[in-house]
């Protein structure tokens, strides 16, 4: 079964700090990708990742940058945390090919105060 | 750019009740449709999906959609709901970025089936 593992479920930081999101997974999936949701919004790609060290900007990536260095792990950092980031961030992977579903972790809901 | 419309934000039906949720897309290309279901504390899991052949695709739980090329639709329907089905509801399209594959969602629908 697939495990996709977010580093937590719930974080509270101060607004400006810089915020890391680590998300691994263990299916040796090709693509990555960070969202967020948002009541009344649904999910929104923040960036995803088809290869080590490639990446590519989502709907919504102001504010945001990503990591990827090896292949199961896939960071999110929040350069310098805004009241207006509070949310609920999910990762989820899967395969290269278009056909293949997206795998979901438990998300971490962040608070920015 | 590819979109997604999810026509009902809210939902609330009976136990026993038929259900179909509307979901339109734009996109251009070849697309592979997708719901996903949220159950409350959990995370989103597959219900089902589209890529090619039959129009009619089954998923778990009872759940089905059918892809209806001429007018963007992917519809999610069940003939009688439980109380189980309570979640919030995600149609989603998936398409060629880049070097890779994005999934566009559509903002969801939140079911509430009552006993």
């Known amino acids: 079964d697939v495990k996709v593992t977010q580093s937590s479920r719930y974080l509270v930081k101060r607004t400006g700090e810089k915020v890391f999101l680590e998300c691994v997974q263990d299916?040796?999936?090709?693509?990555m990708f960070w969202y967020r949701q948002d009541p009344g919004l649904g999910l929104r790609l923040i960036y995803f990742?088809?290869?080590?060290?490639?990446?590519e900007k989502g709907d919504i990536p102001e504010g945001y940058s990503v990591s990827r260095e090896k292949k199961e792990r896939f960071s999110l950092i929040l350069e310098s945390a805004s009241t207006n980031q509070t949310s609920m961030y999910l990762c989820?992977?899967?395969?290269?090919?278009?056909?293949?579903?997206?795998?979901f972790g438990d998300g971490t809901r962040l608070s920015i105060l | 750019a590819q979109s997604v419309s999810q026509h009902n934000h809210h939902v609330i039906l009976s136990e026993a009740a038929s259900l179909e949720l509307g979901c339109n897309y734009s996109?251009?290309?070849?697309?592979?449709l997708f719901w996903y279901v949220q159950y409350p504390g959990q995370h989103l899991q597959l219900l089902l999906k589209?890529?090619?052949?039959?129009?009619l695709v089954k998923g778990i739980k009872g759940f089905e959609a059918e892809f209806i090329k001429s007018k963007f639709s992917f519809n999610l329907r069940k003939p009688s709901v439980q109380w189980s089905d309570t979640a919030e509801y995600f149609c989603?399209?998936?398409?060629?970025?880049?070097?890779?594959?994005?999934?566009?969602f559509g903002t969801g629908t939140q079911l509430k089936v009552e006993l």
């Open positions: 299916m040796d999936h090709e693509n």
């Open positions: 589209y890529f090619s052949g039959d129009p």
């Open positions: 989603a399209v998936n398409a060629r970025s880049g070097g890779g594959n994005k999934l566009t």
């Open positions: 996109y251009g290309g070849t697309v592979n």
């Open positions: 990742s088809y290869d080590v060290k490639m990446k």
């Open positions: 989820a992977s899967s395969f290269i090919f278009q056909d293949q579903p997206q795998h």
